[in-house]
């Protein structure tokens, strides 16, 4: 308190120890991946905030990076600073999102405008890194089978009929799922608690990607989307299939690398995949544009890959 000559500061960890001792035994068999980071409860006399310990320093570099670049928000904790391989924010207060409703929907959407609206710049998809990894991913998946090989060529050889060429750059928040959201309790809006999934600079369209396996059904996209655009948004709907198609094929090759080949199949995997390539065909084609050079998994990247080699890649 003011006109005190000591601080109070207290430190919690955010979970009970029983959750934390079960996520303990399931990251020593192998089976719960935080990702490398963890959250900690600050108290500093009668202030509370929040602390986000990750493995690495440039993790936390990167996180505090996007989030200073995006700036003053009702929909995300304010920064208050990194040190090392931490991040503090505010601590927000209000109940999480359990079920969404049509006023829930509608802040969602609202939340969602937000960030596309705040910086966007129309680039071709050959010119991201994003282009670039869906190439090499899709190269991936064919050459340990899980892809088939007629799924395989459709996309790479008649890549102008599915792929969009022009796509929208800018903020994303890619990892939508409802624990990672809240109702401030302050004024209702919607407000990203998990603060790692910002990103600046990335493919705008992989956050609702996303929601649309989760929460984001067929019947709500398209009230949600009118939404998106008379907040000012971008308008990516004409290229949504193929956001579901990058979704899909980073997700499998995640689950690759992770090890979890046994809850993989490849029957199920090509089936959802080929009904992807469907809509993605059916979609309406809004950019004409082309690159001048086909993509394919051994085409550079131009000048966007060159300035930001070596950061990790973007998630769905």
Same mark, same amino acid.
Request: glycine share 6%.
């Given at each position: 308190?003011?006109?005190?000559? %000591?601080?109070? %500061?207290?430190?919690?960890?955010?979970?009970?120890?029983?959750?934390?001792?079960?996520?303990?035994?399931?990251?020593?068999?192998?089976?719960?991946?935080?990702?490398?980071?963890?959250?900690?409860?600050?108290?500093?006399?009668?202030?509370?905030?929040?602390?986000?310990?990750?493995?690495?320093?440039?993790?936390?570099?990167?996180?505090?990076?996007?989030?200073?670049?995006?700036?003053?928000?009702?929909?995300?904790?304010?920064?208050?600073?990194?040190?090392?391989?931490?991040?503090?924010?505010?601590?927000?207060?209000?109940?999480?999102?359990?079920?969404?409703?049509?006023?829930?929907?509608?802040?969602?959407?609202?939340?969602?405008?937000?960030?596309?609206?705040?910086?966007?710049?129309?680039?071709?998809?050959?010119?991201?890194?994003?282009?670039?990894?869906?190439?090499?991913?899709?190269?991936?998946?064919?050459?340990?089978?899980?892809?088939?090989?007629?799924?395989?060529?459709?996309?790479?050889?008649?890549?102008?009929?599915?792929?969009?060429?022009?796509?929208?750059?800018?903020?994303?928040?890619?990892?939508?799922?409802?624990?990672?959201?809240?109702?401030?309790?302050?004024?209702?809006?919607?407000?990203?608690?998990?603060?790692?999934?910002?990103?600046?600079?990335?493919?705008?369209?992989?956050?609702?990607?996303?929601?649309?396996?989760?929460?984001?059904?067929?019947?709500?996209?398209?009230?949600?989307?009118?939404?998106?655009?008379?907040?000012?948004?971008?308008?990516?709907?004409?290229?949504? &299939?193929?956001?579901?198609?990058? %979704?899909?094929?980073? @997700?499998?090759?995640?689950?690759?690398?992770?090890?979890?080949?046994?809850?993989?199949?490849?029957?199920?995997?090509?089936?959802?995949?080929?009904?992807?390539? @469907?809509?993605? @065909?059916?979609? &309406?084609?809004?950019?004409?544009?082309?690159?001048?050079?086909? &993509?394919? &998994?051994?085409?550079?990247?131009?000048?966007?890959?060159?300035?930001?080699?070596?950061?990790?890649?973007?998630?769905?």
């Amino acid at each position: 308190m003011f006109g005190s000559n %000591y601080l109070i %500061y207290e430190e919690k960890p955010a979970y009970g120890k029983m959750k934390r001792l079960r996520r303990k035994l399931l990251s020593i068999v192998k089976r719960w991946h935080r990702k490398g980071y963890d959250v900690r409860y600050i108290y500093i006399n009668k202030k509370q905030y929040k602390k986000v310990i990750f493995r690495t320093e440039a993790s936390a570099r990167r996180v505090h990076a996007d989030l200073t670049a995006f700036g003053s928000s009702q929909h995300f904790p304010a920064v208050i600073g990194q040190h090392r391989n931490t991040v503090w924010v505010e601590f927000i207060q209000g109940p999480a999102i359990r079920r969404i409703d049509t006023s829930g929907l509608t802040r969602l959407a609202d939340f969602y405008a937000a960030i596309y609206g705040r910086q966007h710049r129309l680039v071709a998809l050959c010119d991201t890194i994003e282009g670039f990894d869906f190439y090499r991913d899709l190269k991936f998946l064919h050459d340990t089978e899980l892809l088939n090989d007629r799924l395989y060529r459709e996309l790479v050889d008649h890549h102008d009929a599915i792929v969009p060429a022009m796509v929208w750059l800018g903020f994303d928040y890619t990892d939508p799922i409802t624990a990672n959201l809240i109702f401030r309790e302050a004024d209702g809006v919607v407000c990203a608690i998990d603060i790692k999934n910002l990103y600046s600079e990335t493919l705008i369209g992989q956050g609702i990607a996303k929601a649309r396996s989760r929460w984001l059904s067929e019947a709500l996209t398209e009230s949600f989307f009118e939404r998106l655009l008379a907040k000012g948004a971008p308008d990516f709907q004409g290229y949504l &299939p193929f956001l579901e198609v990058l %979704y899909q094929v980073r @997700r499998t090759k995640t689950m690759v690398l992770q090890g979890k080949i046994k809850s993989l199949r490849p029957t199920e995997f090509n089936q959802r995949f080929e009904e992807l390539i @469907r809509q993605a @065909r059916a979609a &309406p084609c809004r950019e004409q544009l082309r690159c001048s050079a086909d &993509p394919h &998994p051994e085409q550079g990247n131009s000048s966007r890959m060159n300035t930001i080699a070596g950061q990790p890649a973007h998630h769905l």
